[in-house]
């Protein structure tokens, strides 16, 4: 049996409202004893949900997993827009059109919330982690200072209205949404709210997929205390199920394990489109005899190029 251990593992998490994304990872470094420990994207403190966390060595990997989709369960107040887009900042503007969100029909918020689907041009959140001159818009905004960001290319692929509570000066929308990384759902309670004249802010935020993985795989991040090595779920169980495979075996095992160059032709069976293109989909290289992920190449020139090769 090849190394398995040593490539390290993923632990997926579902984190409790209140805790940082950063302190579920220091939680996870004191059970597990390990100090390399990262995760593919943050959740905020008032969300809960899916937070993928990389230990040991599969921290190399956590760059495949940053760009992946996710799914999010979501809440909209519409009536009042808010500094941070959420409920844990001050309001800042009411209606604008004349009607209070009350007075919204049901056509109308299924309407404005379908406008946000689509690839769209998205101003992400002022209190987001987005650097503006060196330092995170968020530290900017709570030192006082007035930001505003630049828009930029989201897809927002589907976005479902789940229910609608009507309250005597509000309404609480609940949404279902599939977005593109880098998508802010907190921005779309921002502009859909705009967008009806009411103004608008997100009150609860559930992450439910990552990818192909999805919450209910996760361990509850309440549990954490206690977790071992061998709760982790294995690199190449998580890669597989994120990027195409190229088996090999044989000698090639050992070329791989060397990053010694390898060819196009040497694998005809390999599912690409070889467009040399060096930003080439990546492709996860798994040692037939005993399914160990041993690197992730690209293609690049008639050839594989490595992104990252593992210890064997």
């Known amino acids: ?35 390399r420990i990262g995760h593919a994207g943050t959740l905020d403190p008032m969300a809960t949900g899916l ?22 369960e979501a809440t909209v107040r ?66 006082g200072e007035d930001v505003e960001l630049s828009p930029r290319e989201v897809r927002i692929s589907e976005l479902r209205v789940t229910g609608i509570r009507r309250k005597t000066d509000h309404l609480d929308v609940t949404i279902d949404c599939s977005v593109s990384s880098g998508t802010y759902i907190r921005a779309i309670a921002r502009d859909v ?22 919450v209910d795989e996760a361990r509850r991040g309440e549990d954490l205390l206690g977790t071992s090595a061998a709760d982790l779920t294995p690199a190449a169980e998580v890669m597989t199920r994120v990027l195409p495979v190229i088996e090999v075996s044989g000698d090639r095992v050992l070329d791989v394990r060397n990053g010694r160059p390898w060819w196009f032709e040497d694998t005809p ?14 492709h996860a290289v798994v040692d037939a005899e005993d399914g160990e992920l041993l690197a992730v190449v690209r293609p690049e020139d008639g050839r594989w190029r490595y992104a990252v090769v593992l210890p064997g």
């Open 78 to 143: 519409l009536g009042w827009a808010t500094v941070t887009d959420d409920a844990e900042g001050d309001p800042i503007a009411g209606p604008t059109g004349g009607r209070g969100a009350d007075q919204l029909n049901d056509p109308e918020i299924f309407a404005g919330f379908a406008s946000m689907t689509g690839t769209i041009l998205q101003r992400p959140s002022a209190v987001s982690a987005v650097k503006v001159g060196g330092r995170r818009s968020y530290e900017r905004v709570r030192a």
């Open 51 to 72: 937070l993928v966390l990389g230990v040991g060595t599969a921290t190399r990997l956590l760059t495949f997993l940053v760009g992946q989709p996710k799914r999010y």
């Open 193 to 214: 709210g705009e967008a009806l004249g009411v103004g608008g802010h997100l009150t609860a935020l559930r992450r439910t997929r990552v990818g192909p993985f999805s």
């Open 269 to 282: 069976e390999a599912p690409t489109d070889r467009t040399g293109d060096s930003q080439g989909t990546p």
């Open 1 to 35: 049996m090849t190394s398995r251990n040593s490539v390290g593992g993923f632990l997926l998490l579902d984190k409790p409202s209140g805790t940082t994304s950063h302190g579920m990872v220091a939680r996870a470094r004191r059970s597990l004893s390990v100090r």
